[in-house]
């Protein structure tokens, strides 16, 4: 179920989401929280036990994924399409961009944002110094939900599923 409901926000709120915004798309419920902690792994981590207080909702990714496409790439990192392209061909950089995880039938390249942004800042490319650090607890904790939900909750009687925080 994807609706937002007053019972829905009453009982996020009261579980101690209060600086979460409930939105719906797709198909799915979205959180998006703006909370204040002492790291982004407590601020994650509290965020997902606190959701999960409501026994109907399972967390099943928090954003922004692993996954990125060039445009992502480029979008995250503060650079063009053209100067990302540019980097993956070799035609910029020292050529040894990280290779795609899938895509590669298709016509989008599908890359981990922990690989690029690693790469990006051994380079010297990335600006952002804490863009790498993040990527990797953000895809430590998506790493930790998918294992869950794929091994552990294979029999799962939770009936909405947050698809990102």
Not at 72 to 101: C, H, M, T, V, W
Not at 123 to 147: E, G, R, V
């Amino acid at each position: 179920m994807n609706k937002i409901t007053s019972q829905l926000e009453d009982s996020l709120y009261e579980s101690g989401c209060d600086d979460a915004m409930v939105h719906s798309g797709n198909g799915s419920l979205y959180l998006t929280f703006d909370r204040l902690d002492t790291s982004l792994e407590k601020a994650v981590s509290t965020a997902i036990k606190d959701v999960e207080k409501n026994k109907k909702l399972e967390v099943a990714v928090v954003e922004p994924a692993d996954f990125v496409t060039v445009a992502e790439i480029a979008r995250r990192a503060g650079y063009s399409r053209e100067y990302i392209r540019k980097l993956i061909k070799g035609e910029r950089g020292n050529g040894d961009f990280p290779a795609p995880l899938a895509g590669s039938s298709s016509t989008t390249l599908i890359y981990s944002w922990v690989e690029v942004t690693s790469w990006l800042s051994v380079s010297n490319i990335l600006k952002n110094n804490d863009a790498l650090k993040m990527a990797k607890i953000i895809k430590q904790f998506n790493d930790q939900l998918n294992n869950r939900r794929v091994f552990l909750n294979s029999n799962s009687v939770k009936s909405k599923r947050v698809e990102r925080i």
